[in-house]
């Protein structure tokens, strides 16, 4: 049904006499609504470091992280807002097996972190979250690729979540457990 | 169905179908992984540790290929660097029970896990067609071996033909081994830290740079702008300031 208000929305831009190109189309709220989940499992996880005994590097890592991904999710609220488009989308992971599935940790895992004795905790903290924060790059990476979106403002996120993704992942794989 | 029924829904296929095609941007294969832990030729570009990976680092757990290869690259030209003998691939010092740790971005049905020295199989794990755990370690004895080699790690994908291959160097028991080195260098033993431990002097001013850790109360210039740090970070890019408002706030 979201998929289909997308479509009318954009058979209604495009059936436009004008030639003003659409300020977002379904990729980008697809996009948004995807994103959105996956930034708040990412902190769900990254707030796990608080309370375990990690180096002090990683820590700041998992909290500068959560702060980030707060501001974005904000930020993509509001898009949503403005487009008059819902913040939320079909959550049946296989609806969206097409593209991928969604890129989102299972709330299992989150519990499987919670529940991880210490000794265990680090190594199983750095795998989630490297893979974690690896699938937010797969995922704006359909952003930005044919056929993606269009707005300048969500391509200019999903620039931005390769890039720092990326660079969290590296970070990531150098520390030890 | 109704002839007019079919003329409809033709009708609403031929209006949707381009539209699909924007909403389905990308329906590539979405189980991926590789492993973390010890690190795999594909982590150790990843993390930096290997120079001129190529293409790998940008997408290291999509080693995919084929179920049955015997290769690091999966056969695929775009990460022929994986199967470069001559690069210095670090090995992990490694007793003879060793702890394979997977990172995966989507967890799909697993058929099974299997772990190869040259063509020989050291052990299997059944995934019994069943989507991974949280997190999967798996341990293996490699009681017989010693000193530097190569384990090809498969994660076989049971709803597809595919798998994904991590190639892992490790030095078994310290000492020099039966399995000669093919490379002529021979990396130090896990000498690598986190970028994030050896910060370059963090300046009270500055240009923003991507690599350098700042704490709360420095002050960094970034397109003509002053910025004071909130919250203690190392810089990377995609963080500059005036996209991080928790990080950074505008002077």
């Not at chain 1, 590097?57 to 807002?81: F, G, P």
């Not at chain 1, 488009?85 to 989150?110: C, Y």
């Not at chain 2, 370690?137 to 071996?145: D, I, R």
């Not at chain 2, 420095?218 to 702008?225: K, P």
Request: proline letters at 8%; aromatic letters at 8%.
């Amino acid at each position: 049904m979201r998929v289909l208000l997308a479509v009318v929305a954009l058979l209604l831009t495009g059936c436009g006499a004008t030639a003003a190109p659409p300020a977002y189309n379904a990729a980008d709220v697809m996009f948004l609504q995807m994103l959105i989940p996956q930034n708040q499992q990412g902190i769900e996880v990254v707030r796990l470091a608080r309370d375990r005994q990690l180096p002090p590097a990683l820590k700041e890592l998992a909290a500068a992280i959560e702060s980030t991904q707060l501001t974005e999710v904000d930020d993509m609220k509001r898009w949503l807002r403005d487009w008059a488009q819902p913040e939320t989308m079909d959550m049946n992971p296989q609806a969206h097996a097409g593209h991928g599935g969604m890129k989102m940790t299972s709330p299992d895992l989150v519990g499987t972190l919670k529940t991880a004795p210490d000794a265990e905790f680090a190594r199983k903290f750095l795998d989630v979250l490297t893979g974690q924060q690896q699938g937010a790059v797969e995922l704006a990476q359909t952003e930005t690729g044919t056929g993606g979106g269009v707005n300048a403002q969500a391509r200019d996120l999903a620039r931005r979540v390769i890039e720092s993704r990326s660079a969290e992942v590296k970070q990531l794989l150098n520390f030890k457990a | 169905m109704t002839w007019k029924r079919k003329l409809f829904a033709a009708a609403a296929g031929a209006l949707l179908a381009p539209v699909l095609v924007v909403v389905l941007p990308a329906a590539t294969a979405s189980a991926h992984g590789y492993v973390s832990d010890p690190p795999s030729r594909q982590a150790n570009c990843k993390a930096g540790k290997v120079p001129n990976c190529g293409q790998i680092v940008y997408e290291p757990q999509s080693v995919e290929g084929p179920k049955g290869l015997r290769s690091c690259n999966a056969g695929l030209a775009q990460f022929a660097e994986l199967t470069d003998e001559s690069k210095p691939w670090p090995a992990k010092s490694v007793g003879t029970s060793v702890t394979f740790n997977w990172v995966f971005t989507a967890r799909h049905a697993t058929k099974s896990y299997e772990y190869y020295i040259g063509n020989t199989l050291i052990k299997s794990f059944d995934g019994n067609g069943q989507q991974p755990p949280a997190t999967v370690q798996h341990t293996v004895s490699l009681a017989g071996y010693s000193g530097r080699v190569k384990v090809l790690a498969i994660w076989n994908i049971s709803d597809t033909a595919n798998a994904f291959y991590s190639c892992v160097d490790l030095q078994i028991g310290g000492g020099g081994g039966t399995t000669p080195p093919p490379t002529t260098t021979t990396p130090p033993p896990t000498t690598t830290r986190p970028p994030t431990t050896t910060p370059t002097t963090p300046p009270s001013s500055g240009t923003w740079a991507a690599g350098t850790a700042y704490k709360a109360g420095d002050v960094v210039t970034y397109s003509g702008a002053s910025y004071r740090c909130l919250q203690p970070h190392t810089a990377i890019a995609g963080w500059e300031p005036p996209n991080t408002p928790a990080l950074w706030q505008r002077q």
